[in-house]
């Protein structure tokens, strides 16, 4: 499909493995992985003026035995992921052809600091859109809408990469182009990312 010039990737499961970085939080706690991914899913969408809140709900709900500020916390999860390589080879080759950005459901902080650890591949994206400052999460239509605004393009211009379906399902329903992103099996679904744009 020559038509798709912008391409938005997710980070958790497609940019990094998210495993490890629960791993470090379960430490923490005696919260399930399963329990804990959840927590962090709903309080996502929390805006970054509420940093305090985020990680006090979830010490109250999680159990987790943690002592430092936001900035720590933000800095052991981060510090834990790990970076998928065949997708940040990908990004930075895609990015001298089409333009690039996030799309993620993240808390305050955490993309700006898997910058600068280089959890994310260092290429100019065009826009990075993110739950915790936009104040809406993926799957709702509001976070689509404002991601199509920030790319300045058709919506069937748009190519989205996540690893969740329901995600990739709610942007098809705008008319975008989707790949449900394999976390364990990377080139498969990069094969997939570039027969689309052949």
């Given at each position: 499909?020559?038509?798709?010039?912008?391409?938005?990737?997710?980070?958790?499961?497609?940019?990094?493995?998210?495993?490890?970085?629960?791993?470090?939080?379960?430490?923490?706690?005696?919260?399930?992985?399963?329990?804990?991914?959840?927590?962090?899913?709903?309080?996502?969408?929390?805006?970054?003026?509420?940093?305090?809140?985020?990680?006090?709900?979830?010490?109250?709900?999680?159990?987790?035995?943690?002592?430092?500020?936001?900035?720590?916390?933000?800095?052991?999860?981060?510090?834990?992921?790990?970076?998928?390589?065949?997708?940040?080879?990908?990004?930075?080759?895609?990015?001298?052809?089409?333009?690039?950005?996030?799309?993620?459901n993240t808390e305050p902080g955490?993309?700006?600091?898997?910058?600068?650890?280089?959890?994310?591949?260092?290429?100019?994206?065009?826009?990075?859109?993110?739950?915790?400052?936009?104040?809406?999460?993926?799957?709702?239509e509001a976070i689509y809408a404002i991601a199509e605004?920030?790319?300045?393009?058709?919506?069937?211009?748009?190519?989205?990469?996540?690893?969740?379906?329901?995600?990739?399902?709610?942007?098809?329903?705008?008319?975008?182009?989707?790949?449900?992103?394999?976390?364990?099996?990377?080139?498969?679904?990069?094969?997939?990312?570039?027969?689309?744009?052949?």
């Amino acid at each position: 499909m020559k038509n798709i010039h912008f391409i938005y990737f997710d980070v958790g499961g497609v940019i990094v493995k998210v495993g490890s970085a629960l791993e470090a939080l379960q430490e923490k706690t005696d919260k399930t992985l399963p329990e804990i991914q959840q927590a962090l899913e709903k309080h996502a969408s929390l805006g970054g003026k509420e940093e305090h809140l985020i990680l006090e709900n979830f010490k109250k709900e999680l159990g987790l035995d943690f002592s430092g500020t936001y900035k720590d916390f933000v800095e052991l999860f981060t510090g834990a992921f790990t970076p998928i390589e065949e997708t940040h080879a990908l990004i930075k080759e895609l990015a001298r052809t089409h333009s690039v950005g996030i799309l993620s459901n993240t808390e305050p902080g955490v993309l700006e600091n898997s910058i600068k650890l280089g959890n994310l591949p260092d290429v100019a994206y065009k826009t990075i859109v993110a739950s915790c400052y936009e104040g809406v999460r993926k799957p709702s239509e509001a976070i689509y809408a404002i991601a199509e605004k920030k790319a300045d393009t058709a919506p069937a211009n748009i190519l989205f990469i996540d690893d969740i379906e329901k995600n990739i399902e709610a942007a098809k329903a705008r008319g975008w182009n989707g790949v449900v992103f394999d976390t364990k099996n990377p080139a498969n679904s990069i094969k997939k990312i570039k027969e689309l744009l052949n």
